[in-house]
């Protein structure tokens, strides 16, 4: 792979990561939305563990389907809300992108925050990157981009 194509992917996947995304507020969504996923489980889906190397090969579908049950068993028994609020997906009925915060780590998942948690885990059609390696703070960034700008 080149560089180019390299840094267009990267560019996309970050893109997909920032986009517009829909929360599965209650347990009810969160199965229809597993639903959805056990439908296309040989859709060519990643399953990235965020602080682990990003896979470079998509999931074969039992293992897209081992990881709906064990993730959903986990959900269930530590994230102890009478709702669920913690997966998002850029679409419910057509998803491409799904975020799962980990309950465990959740700071502030919703709403407003300039430094959001990074979600637990991510399953995407798109090849993941090193999330991160890629999602500086803003306060950093500043700092580096004001440490190398001219007076």
Known sequence: MNIVSSVDEQNAY??????????TLRWHQLDAL????????????YIYAIGEPPPTSIADANMVLKFIDSIDVLLRSEHEEDYCGIVYADDLDQPGFIKIYDPNNLGVSCGYSDNP??????LSKLPPIDL???????????????LWSKP
């Open 132 to 146: 991160p390696g890629t999602m500086v703070p803003k306060n950093r960034k500043r700092w580096w981009q004001a």
């Open 34 to 45: 597993w639903q959805v996923l056990k439908e296309d489980a040989a859709g060519g889906w």
């Open 14 to 23: 970050l893109q997909a990561f920032r986009g517009s995304f829909t929360s």
């Open 117 to 122: 948690p990074l979600p637990g885990w991510v």
